[in-house]
């Protein structure tokens, strides 16, 4: 297993200390991790564990059960599409398949040049305008493939 870096390993500890005292704490903990490193490196799962007196299995159990943790870094731009009924209902499957098509990874993937993150969503609430993805946190409605393009060379501009 990779060690874990020590600023890495700092930051996990700073994290576990402010909320060990909280019932149940691990699954906030993994947020709160993952919302400072972008991610939940693997070799954070013992110090994790050590921390909550857990066993690894418990905290690799947890991190690998919930698809909203990742265990790698995230590209720069992080490609969410809708896969909920209503936008299955309008053309989502399509646009899903011209998304991994486009970007070359799958869902939970990261395209080879860290540029993008594919990830598939279960309702972003904007049922009304589906299909809908959201790209770096902005919601896109009524996106058809030919817009999910000019959505994804816009974001490829801005980093």
């Known amino acids: 297993m990779d060690k ?10 700073r994290i576990v200390a ?3 005292g909280r019932p149940g704490p691990l699954i906030e903990v993994l947020h709160a991790v993952q919302a400072e490193l972008g991610y ?3 070799a954070a799962v013992p110090l994790v564990a050590s921390e909550l007196n857990l066993s690894r299995a ?4 947890v991190v690998s059960f ?3 943790f990742r265990s790698t870094p995230p590209g720069a731009h992080t490609v969410s ?3 909920a009924e209503s936008c299955q209902a309008v053309g ?6 011209h998304a991994r098509e486009r970007l070359g990874v799958d869902f939970h993937e990261t395209t080879p040049d860290g540029r993008f993150s594919l990830e598939p969503v279960y309702c972003l609430g904007n049922c009304a305008c589906s299909p809908a993805v959201m790209i770096d946190g902005r919601l896109h409605g009524r996106v058809t493939p030919e ?3 000019a959505l994804l060379s816009d974001a490829d501009r801005t980093r």
């Not at 874990?4 to 500890?13: I, P, Y």
């Not at 418990?58 to 159990?61: A, L, Y």
């Not at 989502?92 to 398949?97: G, K, M, P, Q, Y």
């Open 92 to 97: 989502a499957e399509a646009l899903a398949v």
């Open 147 to 149: 817009r999910l393009d």
């Open 4 to 13: 874990l870096a020590s600023e890495h390993a700092e930051t996990v500890r």
């Open 58 to 61: 418990e905290v690799h159990g």
């Open 81 to 83: 599409v809708c896969r």
């Open 18 to 20: 402010g909320l060990k």
């Open 66 to 68: 919930y698809h909203y």
């Open 40 to 42: 939940v490196p693997p």
